[in-house]
């Protein structure tokens, strides 16, 4: 029994949105007037209201990391326990108090009940069940341990929400100081700084070089600073919109990774999604080339991406995996080594979940090390520029009080 959004208008005009089941949407309808309700917009939840976005913005937006992880946590619960797929969705729809999360339940559940498997019903939600995800279902479906598989996911779910907000958390507080020092920069030489210099103005004295150069860097910020702010704003929507371009993006990625420092985070980061996503598809009983092209599909770095891609060929042509991507040079020394031990001895999810846990463990360090150098080096600049101002500014006036005691 198919799932259908509704929107309609109740006793007092005010407009109510849910999900229902039913045959059809004139039986929704009926459902609904049923309810002293007026429809409005009744839409199946189903593929091809997914790809017509703008009429289903409900299902648009998905759904967040936190709740996926839930809902897998209890699929997982409910069919170790027992449960037929069906009823573990019943089960879950019936817990979540999240509208969204529940109207994609029902669609799943409605087309599981028409015989779909688990993994057919969530690719109608690309947008919220990822290649990843929807691979691993079905080699969980086809081996019989659906269970085990959607455990594995919600716990890599899990983790990447964790990892995810230790990094997010960890740049807040200096972007909010950066932003912070330059707004307090910016309104010292606009507006403080020209109040204070006016009274020089009326003085026959010859300032110091200091202060000349702080009153025309105030002149130029405050004659020219609307323009730069604009051209920097031109500038980032200039780059968002080549980036766009597989061109431009597979440049500038490529660049990425030759800046030092930046190139070691970028391969880090990369490296430990791609291990990561290898190893549960791995483990799941996805084929090592099938895996392969899913992993790469994650990585965020193109670059990267076509290299594993072009590993992927190679190893479809009888080449081993670790040489493969060894041959792009994109990859850490130590991963090539752990995947190649794997391959070797037969234990390549176990390998690959090592490399996953060192690349995350160095990424987790190296962010840590910079945003803790990052904050004391912030401040002793911001420190810097008031003393370099108030300097400016006391020197005249020092030299002022020299003549008058002359």
């Keep these: 029994m198919p799932a259908f959004e509704y929107s309609a208008l109740n006793a007092r005009g005010k407009t109510e949105k849910g999900v229902l089941e039913g045959d059809s949407s004139r039986q929704i309808s009926q459902k609904l007037k049923k309810k002293s309700l007026i429809p409005l917009e009744i839409v199946e939840i189903s593929r091809t209201q997914n790809k017509k976005a703008n009429r289903v913005p409900f299902l648009k937006r998905g759904i967040s990391t936190s709740q996926l992880a839930i809902l897998t946590r209890q699929l997982a619960t409910m069919i170790r326990s027992g449960s037929p797929v069906e009823g573990a969705l019943t089960a879950v729809i019936q817990q979540t108090s999240k509208p ?22 969530l690719d109608e939600f690309p947008h919220i069940f990822p290649d990843l995800y929807r691979a691993t279902v079905a080699s969980g479906e086809q081996s019989g341990k659906l269970d085990f598989v959607l455990v594995r996911m919600a716990d890599h779910v899990e983790n990447s929400q964790a990892l995810h907000s230790k990094i997010m958390l960890a740049m807040v507080y200096p972007l909010v100081l950066t932003f912070v020092a330059i707004l307090v920069t910016v309104v010292l030489l ?48 200039i780059f968002n919109i080549l980036l766009q371009k597989e061109s431009f993006k597979l440049a500038w990625h490529t660049l990425l990774l030759r800046i030092p420092g930046v190139a070691h985070l970028v391969k880090g980061m990369n490296t430990a999604i791609f291990a990561r996503t290898f190893s549960i598809l791995a483990g799941s009983g ?43 040079k994109c990859f850490p020394p130590m991963t090539i080594y752990l995947i190649a031990s794997g391959e070797s001895s037969g234990n390549l999810v ?57």
């Design 190 to 237: 606009t507006y403080v700084v020209p109040k204070v210099i006016q009274v020089f103005e009326d003085i026959d004295q010859t300032l110091p070089g200091i202060t000349i150069f702080l009153i025309a860097m105030s002149d130029f910020l405050r004659n020219y600073g609307l323009y730069i702010a604009v051209l920097i704003a031109v500038a980032v929507t």
């Design 100 to 121: 969204r999360v529940k109207s994609v339940l029902m669609a799943i559940r409605s087309r599981v009940r028409e015989g779909y498997s688990l993994a057919s019903a």
């Design 286 to 328: 996805v084929n090592a080339l099938q895996a392969m092209r899913i992993s790469a599909d994650v990585m965020s770095n193109l670059r990267m991406k076509k290299a594993v891609l072009d590993a992927s060929e190679r190893v479809r042509e009888g080449a081993g995996i670790s040489p493969a991507l060894e041959k792009s």
């Design 350 to 406: 176990e390998m690959l979940e090592h490399a996953a846990n060192s690349q995350e463990k160095e990424f987790e360090i190296i962010i840590s090390t910079i945003m803790g150098l990052f904050e004391p080096l912030l401040i002793v600049v911001m420190g810097g520029v008031v003393l370099f101002i108030v300097i400016a500014i006391l020197l005249p006036i020092f030299q002022l009080n020299q003549l008058v005691g002359a």
